[in-house]
């Protein structure tokens, strides 16, 4: 009778967590309230002192603290089932091992290529594929993005003189290669996972940026097919150095923990890597104020050009207390800031 009350008691304290985290969620949107629900099917257990949404956040979807968390708390378990991977992906899985010509060059391919295959078929499955909620909650980059989804005009007029805008038209060469030697003659022998809609090189792109900016790598994993993943929740997190949270690689699962006290009201941050500005544009389209992982040079810093004497008209910074008229690195406010724009790209 003990044990059925542990059990009984268990259950309802799981069932309380659950719902703190839908009830905190569902401010914003029916599409975070749908994730989360999702997150609950997947087996991916979150920390009930956390809401998701916009309220709070210094962009346009984030992961804030309801409650103070503790040093050491784990904020996110997710189980290996719930990455979006080419191996969890059952019909790319099979039909890139099947396929002759392709398998042959998995292992000189970059590994983002089995993943960005995926990404595109569970897309096109739309509703019935497995990751629907989740990708309903993925941006779109209708209004922002990195710069290699940007118009080449914006490219050459808001990068010049930094080194960023070289490495753009380097990705562009490599992704439009990638794409016509690898990626589309794969989709077009198996047109019955990839229809035409599906083999176009601008959707291409913007899958490539989506997988840039959010993706995950596990590189002591040697299955290519589960290297690079989407990270369900855990890529709803902003970027700070000064981060609140590390993922942690296990042999079933993911593990978030705090790595310090995150306060009630605090945004929760992770890090995308110590990097400086000119990365964090190149990669992720924003860059961060006072970042000590900055480097000091004209070439290399990542800022607006001395040579544009007004700001450009669609262009700001946005944050969750200011918003600047163009790209500016060298404010005091200490949040992320990403770019975004009023046009479509």
Not at 132 to 153: D, R
């Given at each position: 009778?003990?044990?059925?009350?542990?059990?009984?008691?268990?259950?309802?304290?799981?069932?309380?967590?659950?719902?703190?985290?839908?009830?905190?969620?569902?401010?914003?949107?029916?599409?975070?309230?749908?994730?989360?629900?999702?997150?609950?099917?997947?087996?991916?257990?979150?920390?009930?002192?956390?809401?998701?949404?916009?309220?709070?956040?210094?962009?346009?979807?984030?992961?804030?603290?309801?409650?103070?968390?503790?040093?050491?708390?784990?904020?996110?378990?997710?189980?290996?089932?719930?990455?979006?991977?080419?191996?969890?992906?059952?019909?790319?899985?099979?039909?890139?091992?099947?396929?002759?010509?392709?398998?042959?060059?998995?292992?000189?391919?970059?590994?983002?290529?089995?993943?960005?295959?995926?990404?595109?078929?569970?897309?096109?499955?739309?509703?019935?594929?497995?990751?629907?909620?989740?990708?309903?909650?993925?941006?779109?980059?209708?209004?922002?993005?990195?710069?290699?989804?940007?118009?080449?005009?914006?490219?050459?007029?808001?990068?010049?003189?930094?080194?960023?805008?070289?490495?753009?038209?380097?990705?562009?060469?490599?992704?439009?290669?990638?794409?016509?030697?690898?990626?589309?003659?794969?989709?077009?022998?198996h047109s019955d996972v990839f229809p035409p809609h599906l083999q176009s090189l601008d959707l291409y792109e913007q899958m490539v940026a989506l997988v840039m900016s959010y993706s995950f790598s596990d590189e002591a994993n040697p299955d290519m097919l589960q290297r690079t993943m989407m990270v369900p929740f855990v890529d709803l997190l902003n970027h700070h150095s000064q981060h609140h949270v590390e993922l942690s690689f296990r042999d079933d699962h993911l593990e978030l923990v705090a790595i310090r006290t995150i306060k009630k009201g605090e945004e929760v941050m992770n890090t995308y890597g110590p990097l400086p500005n000119a990365s964090l544009m190149h990669k992720y389209g924003f860059s961060e104020v006072n970042n000590p992982h900055d480097v000091v040079g004209g070439a290399s810093q990542c800022h607006t050009p001395p040579d544009i004497k007004h700001p450009h008209p669609h262009v700001y910074i946005h944050n969750t207390h200011t918003m600047h008229p163009h790209i500016n690195t060298y404010t005091h406010n200490t949040c992320m800031h990403r770019l975004t724009s009023h046009t479509p790209l």
């Open positions: 009778f003990r044990r059925r009350q542990k059990l009984s008691y268990r259950r309802g304290l799981q069932v309380a967590k659950r719902k703190a985290v839908e009830a905190a969620s569902t401010r914003d949107n029916p599409r975070v309230t749908a994730f989360v629900k999702w997150c609950r099917r997947a087996g991916i257990r979150l920390h009930p002192k956390i809401r998701i949404g916009r309220e709070g956040s210094c962009a346009e979807i984030g992961v804030v603290a309801t409650e103070e968390i503790g040093e050491g708390e784990r904020v996110a378990h997710i189980p290996r089932s719930a990455l979006l991977t080419c191996a969890n992906s059952q019909a790319v899985r099979r039909r890139l091992l099947r396929d002759d010509v392709t398998a042959e060059r998995l292992d000189s391919m970059s590994s983002w290529v089995p993943l960005l295959l995926a990404m595109l078929a569970e897309y096109g499955l739309e509703s019935a594929s497995t990751w629907y909620p989740y990708l309903q909650l993925v941006p779109n980059y209708g209004s922002a993005g990195p710069p290699m989804i940007w118009s080449e005009s914006q490219r050459d007029t808001l990068l010049a003189g930094t080194s960023v805008l070289q490495s753009v038209h380097t990705d562009a060469e490599n992704i439009a290669r990638d794409h016509a030697t690898i990626v589309l003659p794969f989709m077009q022998r």
